[in-house]
């Protein structure tokens, strides 16, 4: 049981604009930035977002970052193949840190 | 080319020790806290443990904590982390990761390739 809470799974079309909740307490999201990370398929993590809505020089802004509260939400707009893959939130917690358990993209 | 390259896994009995090593290229390494990242088998990620660019302040997840060990080397550009007591559960891909940020603020913003380790006897 992840100490942040992220759909299993989610799916949308070629094109489309998808969404990627994190929702997490104050001791966590509420009061630390977010970060999020592509896992695709086989491959090591890759940062996509940092400090809630950041992102690192080579990702495409169709991938975006917010935060709310205790929540944070990854949005991916011009949804490609290529985007399947796992993605994780992830923040501190009382020093220590914590990931979502992770959701699963499949792009229909 | 900035990287990070894992080393050391391997298939280990209950109880046994393993020491991973990490070494970074293309980077100030002393500058940057780094960390451990694993993922069990079709499992999602779980952070293991962190160390400050000095090595003087050590992080460790609760189910780690009193069997692994984080340290570095930074004459060597290397990171390591020496697992004792293993367990079943520790089979996992171990991930090297650098930290960018500040304490508390910080993230992961390069990962190596991982090494595997398989604790079964």
């Known amino acids: 049981q992840s100490v942040l809470t992220q759909p299993p799974s989610v799916s949308a079309a070629p094109g489309q604009k998808v969404t990627i909740s994190c929702s997490g307490s104050s001791s966590n999201i509420g009061n630390n930035y977010v970060s999020w990370y592509q896992q695709l398929p086989g491959t090591a993590p890759k940062l996509l977002i940092y400090?809630?809505?950041k992102r690192p020089s080579g990702i495409p802004d169709r991938f975006s970052g917010s935060k709310s509260g205790t929540s944070a939400t990854l949005g991916i707009t011009g949804l490609q193949t290529g985007d399947e893959a796992d993605y994780y939130c992830?923040?501190?917690?009382?020093?220590?840190?914590?990931f979502g358990g992770g959701t699963k993209l499949t792009v229909l | 080319e900035v990287q990070l390259l894992e080393s050391g896994g391997g298939l280990v009995q209950p109880g046994g020790s393993l020491r991973l090593s990490c070494a970074a290229s293309?980077?100030?390494?002393?500058?940057?806290?780094m960390s451990w990242v694993r993922q069990a088998p079709g499992k999602g990620l779980e952070w293991v443990s962190a160390?400050?660019?000095?090595?003087?302040?050590?992080y460790y997840a609760d189910s780690v904590k009193g069997r692994f060990t984080i340290s570095r080397d930074n004459s060597k550009n290397t990171l390591y982390l020496q697992m004792n007591s293993l367990r079943a559960e520790d089979t996992a891909v171990y991930y090297c990761?650098?930290?960018?940020?500040?304490?508390?603020?910080?993230?992961?913003?390069?990962w190596g390739r991982g090494t595997l380790v398989t604790v079964s006897s």
């Open positions: 400090d809630n809505n």
């Open positions: 293309g980077f100030t390494f002393s500058s940057y806290a």
């Open positions: 160390i400050s660019g000095s090595g003087g302040s050590t």
């Open positions: 990761a650098k930290l960018a940020g500040y304490y508390q603020e910080w993230y992961f913003d390069l």
């Open positions: 992830g923040t501190w917690d009382s020093s220590l840190w914590v």
